[in-house]
Nanobody, 123 residues
């Protein structure tokens, strides 16, 4: 069992930055690939970024590539999402998720989810 708790969301102006954190419980965090997803009002949940269990491989949606950076600290059981050059279209609830083993890109493939943190980007 893995419990995930996101933090770091908030209100920011366009062009600004935020850093999301996702703290995981459990002793086997390092065996899980981690992902960030987001869901805007009236839209389906979409993949944002993912990172392998070792942190050696990262993957991004085209819409955030070059602006967002995913990282993890296995000693702290935490995964991060650094978001720079934020745009109003980045406004959404952001969720972190864990999947045992290899990185996945579809939400349904993930085993555990956090409760989400709201990110609002004003124009």
């Amino acid at each position: 069992q893995v419990q995930l708790v996101e933090s770091g969301g908030g209100l920011v102006q366009a062009g600004g930055s935020l850093r999301l954190s996702c703290a995981a419980s459990g002793r086997t965090f390092s065996s899980y690939a981690m992902g960030w997803f987001r869901q805007a009002p009236g839209k389906e949940r979409e993949f944002v970024a993912a990172i392998s269990w070792s942190g050696g491989s990262t993957y991004y949606a085209d819409s955030v590539k070059g602006r967002f950076t995913i990282s993890r600290d296995n000693a702290k059981n935490t995964v991060y999402l650094q978001m720079n050059s934020l745009k109003p279209e980045d406004t959404a609830v952001y969720y972190c998720a864990a999947v045992h083993g290899l990185v996945r890109y579809q939400g349904y493939e993930y085993d555990y989810w956090g409760q989400g943190t709201q990110v609002t980007v004003s124009s």
